[in-house]
């Protein structure tokens, strides 16, 4: 396998190239998704990537889409390499453990945040306003409390560079139609949900996470990643207390790393010190290993 930082895939056109992944079409109904080792930060893209990351979120997003297959419709077709269109035979060893093939949705015009615990920014909120993106709480609550029953946030999905804004379920409601937001936040919590109870038994607490989903021929289908590092906060279950921030298994270290330097985080980033990359590295690594009970073969 190798560090991939960006494709040149000629033949095939590219859609889109975000933060992390290039986006290919094979044809009308057909993508081809590569999640490269690029890492992004307060919505900047870094100078240097994670050697690997791709291929650790490529897999944790399949394991998860496994596991929720009974539950919603998702878009992969294949992941195998080796059972790829003949045209990418060529660029076997840059896809291989970080690129599958979907079925080519139309994605929905809202990111699907759902909050286990009140913790970033909903944190700000609640001491601010005594609720999480208008969900009133009860008062007391401490930093990382954990939240029974988990809040359904939706927010904007912004281009490039710009930033997402948190919106009400009523303004989902809006850009949807009050029957798919309704679908959307139902299966946001039901997942969430499983997902967490599942990740506890393995010594994670999954924090918070977001969802994204799109249709196929009218049917709401799961898209994109899920519950990984990069879209989630991992906790280890072990020491954790609320009543103050929490060690994580995400770019939560890189963001305070980020925080602690003279940057206002807007492009150039900083270069990132050696240990800040392997640092990062480990932590997306040991949350693999720990949901999937699997050791990563890089």
């Known amino acids: ?44 893209i870094m100078g240097e990537p994670i050697p690997y990351k791709g291929v650790i979120l490529n897999s944790i997003t399949l394991f998860w889409m496994h596991r929720f297959a009974g539950l919603v419709k998702n878009h992969l077709i294949e992941h195998d ?53 208008g969900h009133k709480l009860p008062a007391g609550l401490l930093e990382s409390a954990k939240l029974e029953t988990p809040l359904f946030t939706p927010s904007t ?40 109870e599942y990740a506890e038994g393995r010594g994670i607490i999954i924090a918070d996470t977001k969802f994204e989903f799109g249709l196929v021929d009218g049917e709401v289908i799961l898209i994109d ?35 602690s330097q003279p940057w206002d985080k807007t492009p150039p980033p900083p270069a990132l010190p050696e240990h800040v990359i392997a640092e990062t590295g480990k932590k997306y690594r040991e949350a693999y290993e720990i949901l999937t009970g699997a050791k990563l073969a890089v």
């Open 157 to 196: 999905k912004a281009e490039l560079g710009e930033h997402d804004e948190n919106i009400s379920i009523e303004q989902a409601a809006k850009l949807l139609g009050d029957d798919l937001a309704a679908r959307v936040q139902e299966l946001s919590i039901a997942i969430f949900s499983q997902g967490r």
């Open 81 to 133: 390499v080796n059972r790829f269109p003949a045209p990418l035979t060529p660029y076997r060893d840059m896809l291989e453990g970080r690129a599958v093939i979907v079925k080519k949705a139309k994605p929905l015009p809202v990111e699907c945040i759902v909050r286990g615990h009140i913790t970033g920014s909903g944190w700000k909120d609640y001491k601010t306003t005594g609720a999480v993106c």
């Open 225 to 259: 990643e899920v519950l990984t590092p990069d879209s989630s906060r991992f906790w280890p279950a072990a020491g954790y207390a609320p009543g103050k921030g929490q060690p994580s298994f995400d770019k939560q270290y890189l963001r305070d790393w980020l925080a």
């Open 1 to 44: 396998m190798q560090v991939v930082t960006q494709t040149d895939i000629k033949e095939y056109p590219l859609l889109s190239r975000g933060k992390v992944r290039d986006i290919y079409e094979i044809d009308a109904q057909t993508l081809l998704i590569v999640t490269t080792d690029r890492m992004s930060a307060f919505d900047v």
